[in-house]
């Protein structure tokens, strides 16, 4: 009787913890029913989820301003018959530089956007989530956002897997060779002059922005810094870049058109 009785004290390993505690960054949201708001989130713990949060439209809801985009937060979560219920949320990091400028803050909703395009409800990724977080500090710290950027770029699609091939040539193999070359999002990495004609969808890519995206791939962020691209390079590395991105979401991407608009009107 007694051993009945320790047993049935017992936790159930198979039942699942009804409310916890996660520090997340919110990625967005959209207003839900009169007064709630769907948030979509990226956590470390979890991966990316998403979660109601109640009332938080009312005016005298103390979550929201807690619950915005770019806020990195800490949140209590209780588990609801579809989707996860917010219960208290508090600040870690509010990234202020990203919302004061508006520059900044689209190229962190380019930086969210990513990662939400590419992420579905998986599961932890902790590497992921720290990319995130670094990502959106530099960004309102740095002088050069889109270095920023390029190195959140080369280091996500390492993490995704799809990490793009620029020593050797993907057809032949052979060691790139110091002139011009052709990149393939097919393929997913550097394509020869000799074999440009074998691979369709080729885009020319020039040996300076080859190399300096070499260096963001194989670099920590703090000595790919210390290289100031031209401006034209740059731009190269980033219209290269969206292209193979958008190849691998096979569908556009919303925020890098606006990126140029607002980036033309500060020019």
Known sequence: ???????????????????????????????????????VIFSLEKGKLRAIAKGVRKPRSRKAGHLEPFTRVSLQLARGRNLMIVT????????????????????????????????????ENRAMYRLLVNTLARLCTSEDPELVVRNYEVRLLDLLGFRPQLFHCVNCEG?????????????????CPRCVGEIP??????????????????????????????????????????HYLTYLLERGLNSPEFLRRVRDDKA
Do not use: C, W
């Open 1 to 39: 009787m007694g051993n009945e009785e320790y047993v049935s004290k017992q936790p159930d390993p198979n039942r699942r913890q009804r409310s916890f505690r996660m520090q997340a960054i919110v990625l967005r949201h959209q207003d839900f029913g009169e007064a709630d708001r769907l948030l």
């Open 88 to 123: 208290q949320a508090e600040t870690l990091e509010a990234y202020l530089p990203i919302r004061e400028d508006l520059l900044l803050a689209t190229y962190g909703s380019y930086v969210v956007e990513l990662l939400d395009r590419f992420t579905y409800e998986e599961g």
């Open 175 to 191: 060691e790139i060779q110091q002139q011009d070359q052709y990149f393939s999002a097919l393929r997913g990495g550097v394509v």
């Open 201 to 242: 969808g080729v885009r020319p890519v020039s040996m300076e922005a080859l190399k300096y995206l070499r260096h963001i791939q194989r670099s920590s962020y703090r000595e790919a810094a210390r290289s100031r691209p031209s401006l034209s390079m740059s731009r190269e590395m980033e219209h290269l870049m969206q």
